[in-house]
């Protein structure tokens, strides 16, 4: 479970702890690093689900085929248009 805590609120409370300089770049750069890390995390995950499906679908029917199938296929619940 993630907690959601208001940023200004942990930066105060950062600020609040009197910290060094260095003591707060080297807190920023291991927050950089993390969010990299999960940054990475979420786009290796999107790189696996479309390895995973690129090239899945198998048909000997040709595009056109498909195509003309798919528009012969569709049904309408309205009736049609008279001009008259």
């Known amino acids: 479970m993630r907690a959601s805590i ?14 060094s300089a260095r003591n707060k770049q080297w ?19 999107t790189e696996e689900m479309i ?4 090239g899945v679908w198998k048909d000997d029917r040709s595009t056109e ?4 199938e798919l528009k012969a296929s569709r049904q309408s619940n309205k009736p049609p248009l008279n001009f008259d």
Do not use: Q, V
């Open 27 to 45: 807190l920023g750069e291991r927050l950089l690093e993390e969010a990299r890390k999960e940054y990475a995390k979420e786009t290796d995950r």
């Open 51 to 54: 390895e995973k499906h690129f």
């Open 65 to 68: 085929e498909i195509i003309d």
């Open 6 to 19: 208001p940023l200004n609120g942990i930066l105060s409370f950062i600020n609040s702890l009197s910290l």
